[in-house]
């Protein structure tokens, strides 16, 4: 699966970004707009400019609920409706679910609140299982106790 992004401009957030990702990440400092590529890629948020391609094909607000059929999204955190309760909403958790869905593409947002070295390594560890199976992880994160995650 390929990834590419060609000129894509999000608001005030992203400007001219063009990327082409097989398996990655992309690491930034807060409000650089990670979790906001990451909602467009998952098709939830328009652009403004530029596309989105997945294996060669433009993403598109009536091509996105396809695409999203080989994506599974992990957010920075859930909110679960009243009456919802049985669903997992850590973090470790959403990701696992993730990892056990075998899409073929996994947008893992940051997590909201800092990991202890133990989760971290769990976290590690999931996403290098994914990405050893042929699947593609697009992750976004800040520096986690000065080491960087990286997926190839």
Same mark, same amino acid.
């Given at each position: ?9 999000? @608001? ?11 398996? /990655?990440?992309?690491?930034? $400092?807060? @409000?650089? /707009?990670?979790?906001?590529?990451? %909602?467009? !890629?998952? /098709? ?5 400019? /530029?596309?989105?391609?997945?294996? @060669? ?10 695409? %999203? ?38 947008? !893992? ?14 976290? !590690? ?9 042929? %699947? $593609? !992880? ?15």
């Amino acid at each position: 699966m390929m990834l590419e992004l060609h000129n894509v401009c999000i @608001g005030d957030h992203i400007r001219q970004l063009s990327l082409t990702l097989e398996n /990655g990440q992309i690491m930034g $400092m807060h @409000g650089t /707009g990670k979790t906001i590529l990451l %909602r467009a !890629v998952a /098709g939830l948020i328009p652009i403004d400019a /530029g596309h989105i391609c997945i294996d @060669g094909e433009i993403l598109t607000p009536e091509s996105a609920p396809y695409f %999203r059929r080989f994506m599974a999204y992990v957010p920075q955190h859930l909110s679960v409706p009243e009456g919802y309760q049985q669903i997992p909403t850590d973090y470790l958790s959403l990701l696992r679910r993730a990892v056990t869905s075998d899409k073929q593409l996994l947008l !893992v947002d940051e997590p909201a609140a800092p990991l202890t070295g133990e989760q971290l390594q769990n976290v !590690v560890q999931l996403l290098t299982d994914v990405v050893s199976q042929g %699947r $593609m !992880v697009l992750t976004v994160t800040n520096p986690l106790n000065n080491h960087y995650l990286q997926l190839c």
